[in-house]
């Protein structure tokens, strides 16, 4: 079965910093996807990046990158220049390539401060 | 489009009641997945339909737990009779293509 961990439940940066926010996933098949996912607190889930495992580059979209690590199965979510509209809970979630759900994390909250 | 679209948003019932919380997908998506959020449990996997056909009701918590797919724009989760730990934020989301996964806003539940 297929785990994803993310192992840092709080963060707190300040506006226009960089922070980075951790995940780490547990796999045996080799073809998949994996996404990051904002959730404010309006609660809808906004998809904010993805990556397709068999890619060698890095996901980059706009202030937001990962650092994707296929052997160690690691998938971090960087976000550049925070903003205040940056606060929100950020899931990680994990696909294989045959099965149709997606598998999240338990999140981090992640607060921007002045 | 209008993304996925959810009912209601908020649902507060009684202990015993029946509850529907009812889904549109978005139009062309062959994939529909019903999820619930909790502080305890985080997100789950409740049951997912292909092409309007139940793929997968492993999630269901327990028979209590129905969910319908009748055609290709709408789906309803039904809860007969709710209890007071169902309550939690229910979500529906869609699916075309490999990865294009598209949530509705949500459905806060609150069984009393």
């Known amino acids: 079965a297929q785990t994803v961990t993310q192992s840092q439940p709080e963060m707190s940066v300040q506006e226009a910093e960089t922070v980075t926010l951790s995940c780490t996933y547990d796999t045996s098949e080799n073809n998949y996807y994996l996404f990051w996912y904002k959730q404010p607190p309006s609660r809808q889930m906004i998809l904010v990046i993805r990556q397709e495992a068999y890619k060698q580059q890095n996901a980059t979209e706009n202030r937001f990158s990962v650092n994707f690590q296929k052997a160690a199965k690691s998938f971090s979510l960087k976000i550049s220049d925070s903003q205040l509209g940056d606060t929100a809970m950020y899931f990680c979630a994990f696909k294989t390539g045959t099965a149709s759900k997606l598998t999240f994390g338990t999140g981090t909250r992640l607060q921007v401060t002045l | 489009d209008a993304g996925v679209i959810q009912s209601p948003r908020h649902e507060v019932t009684e202990m015993g009641q029946e509850v529907t919380l009812r889904c549109k997908p978005i139009?062309?998506?062959?994939?529909l997945f019903w999820y619930r959020q909790t502080m305890m449990r985080g997100l789950e996997l409740l049951i997912y339909?292909?092409?309007?056909?139940?793929?997968?009701d492993s999630g269901m918590p327990e028979d209590r737990f129905s969910a319908k797919m009748p055609n290709a724009s709408f789906s309803t989760l039904k809860i007969q009779p709710s209890e007071p730990r169902d309550s939690a934020v229910y979500f529906c989301a869609s699916r075309g293509g490999n990865y294009g996964y598209t949530f509705g806003s949500g459905t806060r539940l609150t069984v009393v």
């Open positions: 339909f292909n092409n309007n056909v139940p793929i997968d």
């Open positions: 139009s062309g998506h062959d994939y």
